[in-house]
């Protein structure tokens, strides 16, 4: 009686199964949803359908869990700038293709609406600086990214060799930024496509002959 009592304990005290990828992503889309600061311990663990301990054991605290679903929102479509600018044969049509494809990601109705690495950090308390420079450095790289496959297109002879890189850069990477808050305020899909075609009518003409 007593080593049965014994084993009912112990099978009290494991820690409960679940499935972690499911649990990371529906952590994941509340992290999208409602941002970093505004998701709660609890929220997310009536999400993940786990215990706060189990979150802890698993992830090892909310932090680290955020970090754990920006990795998979990379994953899963938000970190495609690099495939477009590599599968692209100038940098004009990337540039054209990222908007497109930012018109549409954004505004899908089967997950939040907008951009998880625009929208997720802000209006955070100075404790959670570590995950705004989180996501500052993911924008930043994917400034990083576009300067230089414009700069590629520049050195290809697509644009004028006196062609601010850099500046351009920032235009774009700025618009699309915007077109995820649009799209959190419920823009739809045909009218970020035309903000992204208002905003090609911008790129700078290829360069003049002799």
Wanted: proline share 5%.
């Amino acid at each position: 009686m007593k080593k049965a009592a014994e084993g009912v304990q112990r099978r009290r005290g494991r820690p409960r199964c679940f499935d972690q990828e499911a649990a990371l992503e529906r952590a994941m889309v509340l992290f999208w949803d409602r941002g970093y600061e505004a998701t709660s311990l609890d929220e997310l663990s009536a999400a993940m359908g786990i215990s706060p301990s189990s979150l802890y054991a698993t992830f090892g605290g909310k932090e680290q869990l955020f970090r754990a679903a920006v990795d998979r929102y990379l994953v899963r479509g938000g970190g495609n700038i690099g495939r477009i600018f590599a599968e692209e044969p100038t940098a004009r049509g990337a540039v054209q293709r990222l908007l497109d494809a930012a018109a549409d990601e954004f505004t899908r109705p089967d997950h939040p609406s907008g951009c998880m690495i625009a929208l997720a950090g802000t209006q955070c308390s100075p404790g959670a600086r570590p995950v705004q420079d989180l996501l500052r450095g993911h924008r930043e790289g994917w400034h990083a990214s576009l300067q230089a496959r414009i700069q590629r297109g520049i050195e290809a002879g697509e644009l004028a060799s006196d062609t601010d890189a850099a500046a351009l850069a920032t235009f774009y990477l700025t618009l699309m930024l915007g077109m995820s808050v649009q799209a959190r305020d419920g823009a739809s899909r045909e009218g970020l496509s035309a903000v992204a075609e208002a905003a090609m009518r911008a790129w700078p003409g290829a360069p003049r002959g002799p």
